[in-house]
């Protein structure tokens, strides 16, 4: 293309942005993709969450003759993404089995006129004959294939649909492809670009940083009151989600947080489809609901104002970890990614793992990746370094913003307790579990030790110096560096492995972490509260007011109040008070559909709440 053409394209998708969406500037490679896109060109797309993927496809099929055909795996969510669309004056659409067959006849009407800028639909509803008969009868302006990773047999979302999504190339061809995700590992990109037979294909790739997370992960034992604490602490009024692995816990933890005055709804796969769509929606459009929920919630969640993601449980790999506590803070404000575990989450993890019906090499690959993730958890260094280094990025200094950059934790040198510990494993036979083993250093008096003839090896009673949480501590931190390993087999019990004959021939120190509940954490009051912290005293009870309106619109128009507009852009509002039309179009969220629509409600409540006076 001759670079006026190229000029123009770009000031058009500019020109667009500030239209529609009321944005000043592109973020990251925003403005490349969209001109690749644009051009014709296909295009692969790594991007974190709350990056700013959907502008990369929705810019260009605004641009382009025709309907942008968005491909996605989750159907509840696409009503909301269409309400957002419509709320900036884009023509949006869905086709799914939600709808009945009238709704679904009108927007195919509005798609053969040529009606529509933007239809969203399911990978196994596009692939039907009706479909893309249909979609061959109408003028294609990009297809864009969201969540992308889903074509991935190793990941944790595969969906075999996504792997006959190859046929577009052949039934549509000239029509630009665009593939998105936040799943970054070389792995799964090698798979989506063959998959999708993207081989010629430009990739865009971006950090995979999330600097607006921190990063926390706290020792277990008492978890629950850890995680009250943390609740209290930061984040007394915000919405989340929290994630356990059982779904008995995960009803047992929403009983016990609501009868601790902070609103929560449970989700997990024993609960009816009307029940979880219900409790998912409320997520959705409350301001302040925490949803706890097994895995089993939160593929595509793109309510952006998640303030914290907490795991009270061990995620099974760094990948689950990663894109679980990535659904904290899309919108880009400050958000906490907390996490407590317990040492049993492994045994439990492992045995679920070998009662599996996976192959061998899969329940290999599966156990490594649980090792990384201990890892990770016992680890003293910058976490968010060694997360990225785990997706091959590199982050050249510690980040200043995960529990072990804010709180650096203290070690000790372990080395003779560590000789203990082991020894302990290999005198009482490779057998038991670390609770036991713990009894035998302290002495105790279990009367198992006795019936085993424990209590007479050399390493009864010589560890009666540490007490058991800091031997609890100390097997947990050996068997996350692989000293020791849990027999999978054998109800939890631990096993050594090669590595450890160093220590007990002593030709190695090791230094541990010392209990975190020894310390004092000096960032726990820090709220991550993006209006206090933004904001001055004087503005809040404007800031307040103006989300008062945005709950009243929201609920009358039966949408989520981020769909009426953001914190950022409330609080834009707050900070500069505009006080005609011309001064709201300057406030960044605030779009031609938008002034048009809530311009003057908002004026007026601005012009209503005078500044109030502080002395
Ligand atoms: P992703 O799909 O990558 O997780 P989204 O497309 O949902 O992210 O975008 C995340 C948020 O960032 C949305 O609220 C979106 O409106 C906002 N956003 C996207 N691009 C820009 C931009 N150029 N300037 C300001 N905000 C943006
Ligand atoms: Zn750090």
């Known amino acids: 293309m001759p670079h006026t053409a190229v000029d123009k394209d770009a000031k058009q998708a500019q020109v667009l942005l500030s239209k529609y969406f009321g944005y000043d500037n592109f973020r990251l490679n925003q403005a490349d993709i969209i001109q690749a896109i644009v051009a014709g060109d296909d295009a692969l797309v790594l991007m974190p969450t709350g990056g700013g993927k959907s502008l990369c496809y929705q810019i260009p099929a605004l641009m382009r003759d025709g309907v942008g055909v968005v491909i996605s795996p989750l159907i509840a969510l696409m009503q909301d993404q269409v309400d957002s669309l419509q709320a900036l004056g884009i023509r949006g659409a869905f086709i799914n089995s939600s709808q009945d067959f009238q709704t679904r006849r009108a927007v195919e009407q509005d798609l053969m006129r040529g009606q529509l800028d933007l239809l969203y639909i399911a990978p196994e509803r596009l ?32 969906r075999p649909e996504y792997q006959q999504l190859k046929v577009l190339a052949d039934y549509f061809p000239g029509v630009p492809r665009i593939a998105l995700t936040a799943t970054a590992d070389q792995r799964t990109r090698k798979e989506i670009v063959e998959q999708l037979s993207l081989h010629k294909t430009r990739q865009f790739v971006n950090s995979f940083d999330r600097p607006n997370i921190r990063y926390t992960i706290a020792e277990g034992g008492q978890s629950k009151q850890q995680f009250l604490k943390f609740l209290q602490q930061q984040h007394h009024d915000d919405a989340g989600i929290v994630y356990c692995l059982s779904r008995k816990k995960v009803d047992d933890i929403a009983a016990w947080l609501c009868d601790m005055g902070h609103p929560a709804l449970p989700y997990h796969a024993g609960l009816s489809n009307e029940v979880r769509e219900r409790n998912q929606s409320r997520f959705l459009k409350e301001e302040s ?12 969640i793109d309510k952006p104002d998640v303030r914290f993601v907490a795991h009270l449980n061990l995620p099974k790999s760094i990948e689950a970890y990663y894109q679980e ?80 950059c804010l709180n650096p934790p203290v070690t000790w040198d372990g080395t003779e307790a560590a000789q203990k510990a082991l020894s302990c494993v290999y005198r009482t036979g490779q057998r038991f579990g670390v609770s036991y083993l713990v009894d035998v250093l302290n002495g105790s008096d279990n009367p198992r030790i006795k019936n085993n003839n424990h209590h007479q090896i050399s390493t009864f009673g010589i560890g009666a110096d540490l007490n058991k949480t800091v031997w609890r501590s100390l ?18 019990s631990i096993r050594l492995t090669e590595k450890c004959r160093d220590v007990l021939k002593g030709q ?20 991550a509260k993006l209006a206090t912290l933004e904001l001055k005293d004087h503005d809040l009870p404007l800031f307040d007011a103006l989300k008062a309106l945005r ?10 109040p981020y769909v009426v507009f953001h914190d950022r852009t409330l609080i834009a509002m707050a900070k500069n008070r505009p006080a005609d039309t011309l001064e709201m179009e300057q406030i960044s969220g605030v779009g031609v559909k938008k002034l048009e629509r809530y311009g003057d409600e908002f004026l007026n ?9 502080t002395a």
């Open 289 to 300: 609901l925490i949803i706890v929920a097994t895995i089993a919630f939160g593929m595509g």
């Open 551 to 560: 709950t009243e619109l929201a609920s009358q128009q039966n949408v989520p």
């Open 127 to 158: 692939l039907k004959a009706e479909t893309l008969n249909l979609l061959s009868q109408s003028k294609i302006a990009l297809f864009a294939i969201d969540e992308a990773h889903c074509v991935s047999q190793w990941g944790h979302d595969f």
């Open 508 to 527: 190695k120190t090791i230094y541990f972490r010392q209990s975190v509940k020894t310390r004092t954490s000096a960032t726990s009051n820090k709220r």
């Open 325 to 404: 506590t990535g659904r904290a803070g899309r919108d880009g404000e400050p958000a906490n990614a907390w996490m407590a575990y317990q040492l049993n989450d492994v045994i439990t993890l492992s045995q679920m793992l070998q009662a599996s019906e996976g192959s061998e090499q899969y329940k290999r690959i599966t156990l490594q990746k649980l090792d990384a993730m201990l890892a990770l958890c016992e680890m003293t260094a910058c976490r968010r370094q060694a997360l990225l280094a785990y997706f091959g990025e590199t982050l050249d200094e510690p980040c200043g913003n995960c529990d072990n």
């Open 605 to 613: 409540v601005i012009a209503m709440t005078p500044l109030e006076n």
């Open 475 to 492: 097997y947990r931190q050996l068997i996350a560096r692989a000293y020791l390993q849990v027999d999978v087999e054998g109800y939890g």
